[in-house]
RNA sequence: GCCACUUUAGCUCAGCUGGUAGAGCAACUGAUUUGUAAUCAGUAGGUCGUUGGUUCGAUUCCGACAAGUGGCUCCA
């Protein structure tokens, strides 16, 4: 007999031998059929597979990530055993359950034959055929001697590649119905609780994602219990999609692209300029009180300067061509970071002016790849809320500690709370190449970086072999609302670019000195920000940020100067105002106003007119009654000069 | 850059198997002077992304290019 420890303390006794599923069964019918997968000491393990000691255990259901995770990479064994069936001789190289949405993938080499779409609902069908023959998944240990001669003999050398990197003795197969896969595992009881099948795209991936790979085919798809659910997440999808920014964008006037300025370059129509402005005044106001000081630098360099920063061997493919004048070559900045470095050397430098800190809306140009663009979130003109800082060691975890500060009161004006902090550290054996090879440089200030983060309180990862080539930094990352994820902002320590470009200041004991650089930039870029905030705010900005902040109805033609003269008064107090003057009537003027997300809309008609007041309408919440005009300014203008947030 | 798909009026989209195009909204004109999410009528709008080819004839079929979309690689 074993012991099995249950999540709430019970202690049962089984045979040895006994699976999850059999002690759900004991426990109860209907959790026995809801059972998908069972934690054991803390591992996810079929549901059928026998415990043989004494162990904890938790059983997985359709409410539990694990559960959920087994369906859906079961559900991707179950749609390789319909494409094998539809195109025979197809190999296949990994099916896991996607990690950061619903769903899974399986990548696979069709050997040269396409997809079409087509062919997906014909997958589908044919999947909810297998689906309902509620086929066991069954595990199957296999030496790996054995392993090897079965894929050598069916020429796969996918799975020969992934068992290279196996011990013997942690092989297993896994078998339903007439599809066989090599795989860790593990797998739902039976096909049968796949009861809803979307197929959702067609796409490439590189094998192993490296560019220097194959191209495999990827075909995504999404499974659920039941069709009710299925139909839920698809009506959500939906629903992202309507606030995604390339749509509002579009619909608010914030900006376009067109073909004859080129890919990736975005025109800012006048609504998005308003934001940008805010944006730069708001950043403007923070980083004047937090001892900035602000430079202005040219959009292009020679050459000369980027072999200087080491940017260019890093960096050339990405960066427009150079435009060359007298044989001199000139480059469309990147980056500001050198344009800085070189303001810092044009002074000799004290200790006492330190630390340093140059900041800058630095518009850059990168030539990133055509198939990377995205709307806003990934462009080839942008504008960056840059700034470095040159201090002393000494100074490094204060100033580091003074911009994570910064992050987080942005954060809390924005109201951004999904997000992760993300803190990229060096990989030793790739010191040198890589990474400035600095062992105790990246050891010391990732340790700052790390007590910083801690001291902050603030969640964050950790990840290797991610940094910068010149030092450790903190990523921002966010998900845009299709889901793609970004890094909205970065925050980089640099203890390589200041020896680079020779900069020094005078130490105290009248000694020359390397500073010690930080790269941050809180807002990232005007592009993916002011991108991410359209998704963020579902197009319904804050009043301080919204393009037009209030809209005058007049009920008709008759009001029309009165509602002028409330656009005066709006005016004089600072704040943006339009006055519908078509020759509408009142409830599609409200309509069309509330479709362009103004926060606040004042009816005038007779009765306000007489009292010098308006109707006050709130975007979204409907009327909110009536009020002098004067109080309405007063009121507003502290909602915009305190920036809030409703 | 790679794999797949898409491109029709300012916007959102129809247009079966090849015979040079339609709707709604927006715009413009007129009527209406309106009280909290769409007043009515009329007018105007497109060499069907560009460019080769097949064909008596191409928006429709094929190719190339461009832009966009979903991924991969990459990234603020």
């Known amino acids: 007999m074993i012991k099995i420890t249950l999540p709430d303390g019970a202690v049962r006794e089984y045979e040895a031998g006994v699976s ?30 026998p415990i043989t000691e004494d162990a904890s255990l938790k059983l997985l259901t359709w409410n539990e990530d694990g559960g959920k995770n087994t369906f859906w990479h079961s559900s991707a064994h179950l749609m390789a055993e319909a494409v094998e069936d539809m195109f025979p001789g197809a190999k296949f190289w990994v099916g896991p359950a996607l990690e950061k949405q619903p769903g899974f993938y399986y990548d696979i ?46 020429g796969d050398e996918y799975k020969l590649d992934l068992l290279s990197g196996l011990n013997d003795g942690e092989i297993t197969f896994y078998t339903q119905g007439n599809f066989t896969d090599l795989c860790r595992g ?50 959500l999808l939906e629903e992202a999609k309507k606030r995604d920014h390339r749509k ?21 129509m006048p609504n998005g300029t308003i934001i940008i402005e805010e944006l730069e005044k708001l950043a403007k106001e923070t980083e004047t009180k937090g001892g900035y000081k602000r430079v202005v630098t040219p959009h292009i360099a020679k050459e000369s300067m980027y072999l200087t920063s080491g940017h260019l061997p890093y960096y050339q493919d990405s960066m427009y061509p150079p435009m060359e004048l007298d044989g001199t070559k000139y480059y469309l900045k990147a980056m500001n970071c050198p344009h800085h470095h070189k303001i810092f050397s044009a002074e000799h430098r004290s200790y006492k002016e330190l630390p340093l800190r140059l900041a800058e809306y630095g518009t850059c140009y990168r030539y990133e790849q055509s198939g990377e663009l995205f709307g806003l979130m990934r462009v080839r003109c942008l504008h960056m809320n840059d700034a470095h800082i040159y201090c002393t060691r000494e100074q490094f975890a204060d ?14 004006i924005f109201g951004i709370e999904k997000y992760v902090m993300r803190l990229s550290l060096h990989e030793p054996s790739k010191l040198g190449q890589k990474y400035i090879n600095e062992p105790e440089l990246w050891l010391e200030t990732e340790e700052m970086v790390r007590q910083v983060l801690k001291e902050s309180n603030i969640p964050y990862i950790e990840v290797p072999d991610e940094g910068a080539f010149y030092g450790p930094k903190i990523d921002v990352q966010i998900w845009s609302t299709i889901g793609r994820e970004f890094t909205l902002a970065t925050n980089q320590v640099d203890f390589a670019q200041g020896r680079r470009f020779g900069l020094e200041f005078t130490n105290k004991d009248n000694a020359p000195e390397v500073p010690l650089i930080i790269h941050r930039a809180p807002l990232g870029t005007h592009e993916r920000f002011i991108g ?24 008709s033609d008759k009001f029309l100067p009165y509602a002028n003269s409330i656009l005066e008064s709006l005016k004089n107090a600072d704040i943006r105002g339009e006055v519908d003057d078509r020759n509408e009537k009142i409830g599609k003027k409200i309509r069309d106003t509330e479709l362009m997300k103004v926060p606040y809309m004042l009816v005038v008609g007779e009765k306000e007119m007489n009292d010098g007041s308006a109707s006050i309408r709130r975007q979204g919440k409907g009327d909110l009654g009536s009020k002098s005009v004067d109080e309405f300014i007063k009121e507003l203008t502290a909602e915009i000069k305190e920036r809030r947030g409703e």
């Open 399 to 412: 100033e580091f500690r003074a911009v994570n500060d910064m992050y987080i009161k942005y954060f809390r």
């Open 20 to 49: 999850a599923l059999d002690i759900a069964k004991s426990i109860s019918e209907g959790l026995a059929r809801k059972v998908l997968a069972a934690e054991i000491n803390g591992q996810v393990w079929d549901a059928t597979r």
């Open 532 to 555: 991410f905030l359209l998704e963020h705010y579902a197009g319904k900005f804050p009043a301080w940020l919204a393009p037009v902040q209030v809209k005058v109805l007049p009920i």
């Open 186 to 235: 593990p797998h739902i009881p039976s096909t049968g609780p796949i009861k809803a099948i979307k197929l959702t795209n067609i796409a490439g991936a590189y094998w192993k994602n490296d560019s220097n790979n194959k191209m495999l085919t990827r075909i995504y798809g999404v499974t659920f219990p039941s069709q009710k659910e299925l139909d839920e997440y698809l009506t």
């Open 109 to 154: 080499d069709l050997g040269g034959r396409q997809v079409t779409e087509e062919d997906l609902s014909k997958l589908e069908k044919k999947m909810t055929e297998l689906a309902k023959q509620n086929n066991s998944y069954i595990r199957k240990a296999m030496p790996k001697a054995e392993a090897i001669e079965y894929f050598t003999g069916k």
């Open 248 to 268: 509002l964008g579009k619909e608010l006037g914030i900006f376009t692209m067109d073909d004859d300025v080129g890919p990736g370059l975005p025109l800012w």
